[in-house]
Nanobody
Framework: QVQLVESGGGLVQAGGSLRLSCTIS????????MGWFRQAPGKEREFVAR????????DYADSVKGRFTISRDNAKNTGYLQMDSLKPEDTAVYYC?????????????????WGQGTQVTVSS
């Protein structure tokens, strides 16, 4: 059984930073793309960022580009989302997800495994 566990969420003032972590345990698979999504109150879950196994290919939503950085440490089965210059509109529950597709897109259905989410709240 595969488990994804996020950590690092919390309350921060606008302009501040947080780093989210996502650790995968259980059955290990040779290659997977890691993605981050978020869901704000009253809104649908949306794509934030993704990174392929090699770490070479990354992709960001326009709303976070230049402020967020996705990375991973395959030896630790852990991915990270560094969030800088946070804005109140970044407030959401953040989910990490793993896709067995080599180059998945931004759609939720392309991701096979999901974490439970971690709350990020940005105050103005």
């Amino acid at each position: 059984q595969v488990q994804l566990v996020e950590s690092g969420g919390g309350l921060v003032q606008a302009g501040g930073s947080l780093r989210l972590s996502c650790t995968i345990s259980g059955r290990t698979f040779s290659r997977y793309t890691m993605g981050w999504f978020r869901q704000a109150p009253g809104k649908e879950r949306e794509f934030v960022a993704r990174i392929t196994w090699s770490g070479i290919n990354t992709d960001y939503a326009d709303s976070v580009k230049g402020r967020f950085t996705i990375s991973r440490d395959n030896a630790k089965n852990t991915g990270y989302l560094q969030m800088d210059s946070l804005k109140p509109e970044d407030t959401a529950v953040y989910y990490c997800a793993a896709s067995l597709t080599i180059f998945p897109g931004r759609r939720e259905y392309e991701y096979n495994y999901w974490g439970q989410g971690t709350q990020v709240t940005v105050s103005s």
